[in-house]
């Protein structure tokens, strides 16, 4: 039994965006709990907790955000993740059946841009911390060669498990993140020993203290779980039929949960001390001796997010209609990224101005996602004729450009961006603004998007499939 597990998690991933076959549907709802937390044990989830304490929330509020705005975030998650368990379909090609065969050009593209954004930025932000920590260990002089040469091998490692497809990125979350969490209790335990938590200080009161909320709220609460969204099919697509829906919904739910609102709470109990939030100043003053095992925590983070990055970039790329072998557009992906990378690193300046702006731009999933959920669970009840999805475009039975989704999204991004205070002046909406900068922008965009498409889905929209037998 064992020798064929290890045959099942080397062997290569042919699939494209058609419908996974039953037989090659062999992931569990653990092997599923390990991708999703794998993504999120990273250092950034640490310092956007300390972002409540930054703001003038005391622990205890900064941690009741972190928990209710999860538990709702999540939920939202979990229920994306049941879409690709239903259908064995992945979430950009899913996307035709509100937006029409090429009106889904439009997320697609979204998507694709916005995840080899994450794949060079998410490699960058980590390197200055990772030199940091090699300095610590006695590396004399870590400068902009040791950088290329760092970034680049992490670059290469997650070009290689995300070219060789889902089976080698299950594997690789599977034997690694379980020793990452290990690693992160120990964090944990030394810096809780380490400081004197504050739980009850809070420096601001009425209005401002609700403008926090709602900030942290999108950054590591609610708006958390909305940005995975559009990952969600591409990977819970793999999962074995039978499994019952409710371990879907909870071991993906469960995977962003835990590691968000405990590191979350991590950054927050620190900062709380009056201590640097810092992740680099946090490892090297306070961990010594165990500060190798931080490096490989530090090096596993990126490469955990980037190699999802990688595959759902490649697989929205695919749902474009490009004719291509899915390993082949994974190599040049991987080359884009590494292009990235590069540009940032001669740049830090450009880099960290890229990164506030990614950070922003995601309000789009809230609007897409809102749209989704009503035509997946609201209008035909979730279930999709998954064969519709592939038609030609001429004869879709999806239609070929759905403009009620197309209005509706862009709709709900508009006004999610007037609701938003972005980390970049142009994504600093106007009534965020005039509301003592309130950032509601992940439920602008989610109620606009989704309730914007219900009332005309019934005007403008034609196809003939509304509520289908669930094709296996």
């Known amino acids: ?10 062997r290569l991933d042919t699939h494209g965006i058609a419908p996974v076959p039953a037989a090659d549907r062999d992931s569990t709802p653990l ?18 907790g300390a972002l409540g304490i930054i703001l003038g929330l005391s622990l205890l509020e900064t941690l009741l955000v972190l928990v209710i705005g999860n538990l709702i975030g999540c939920a939202f998650f979990g229920a994306f993740c049941v879409m690709g368990y239903r259908t064995g379909v992945n979430q950009m090609t899913l996307s035709r059946a509100a937006f029409g065969r090429r009106g889904a050009y439009l997320p697609a593209v979204f998507q694709m841009l916005m995840t080899m954004g994450w794949l060079g930025v998410n490699t960058w932000v980590v390197l200055d911390l990772a030199l940091g920590i090699m300095k610590h260990l006695g590396v004399h002089h870590p400068g902009t060669g040791t950088k290329y040469a760092v970034g680049i091998a992490i670059m290469a490692i ?19 993140v379980p020793v990452a969490a290990a690693i992160m209790v120990l964090m944990s335990i030394l810096a809780w020993n380490k400081v004197n938590i504050v739980w009850g200080h809070s420096t601001i009161h009425g209005s401002a203290k609700w403008t926090a909320i709602t900030q942290l709220t999108t950054a590591i609460g609610v708006g958390w779980g909305i940005t995975w969204l559009s990952w969600s099919a591409d990977y819970t697509r793999f999962i074995k039929p039978g499994t019952p829906e409710k371990k879907v919904f909870w071991s993906t739910y469960l995977g962003i ?14 900062a709380s001390a009056g201590t640097s939030a810092d992740p680099a100043e946090l490892v090297t003053a306070a961990f010594g001796g165990v500060s190798i095992l931080i490096l490989f925590l530090v090096m596993h983070g990126p ?37 990235a990378l590069i540009v940032f690193i001669e740049s830090n300046n450009f880099a960290q101005n890229f990164d506030n702006w990614i950070a922003s731009v995601v309000v789009w999933i809230a609007a897409w996602g809102g749209v989704m959920l009503v035509d997946f669970y609201v209008v035909r009840g979730g279930k999709i004729d998954v064969a519709g999805l592939y038609d030609d475009p001429a004869n879709a039975r999806y239609g070929d450009i759905n403009w009620a989704a197309i209005v509706a999204v862009l709709a709900g991004l508009v006004a999610g961006w007037a609701w938003e205070f972005g980390l970049v002046s142009f994504m600093q909406g106007p ?3 005039a509301t003592n900068d309130t950032d509601l922008s992940w439920l602008t965009a989610l109620v606009v998007g989704g309730g914007l498409y219900y009332l005309l889905r019934p005007i403008l929209v034609k196809d003939t499939t509304v509520a289908p037998a669930t094709v296996d």
């Open 1 to 10: 039994m064992a020798m064929a597990e290890q045959a099942a998690d080397v």
């Open 31 to 48: 092997q599923q709990f390990w991708i999703w937390a794998g993504a999120n044990i990273a250092p950034i989830n640490w310092v956007l």
């Open 431 to 433: 009534i965020a603004k």
């Open 158 to 176: 997650q070009a290689v498990i995300a070219i060789v497809g889902f089976y080698w990125i299950q594997a690789f979350e599977k034997y690694t």
């Open 257 to 270: 949960f835990i590691p968000t609102v405990w590191l979350g709470f991590l950054g927050a109990s620190i």
């Open 303 to 339: 490469v955990a997010t980037n190699i999802l990055n990688l595959y759902s970039a490649t697989l929205a790329a695919l749902s474009l209609d490009i004719k291509a072998a899915r390993w082949k557009v994974s190599v040049f992906v991987s080359i884009i990224g590494t292009i």
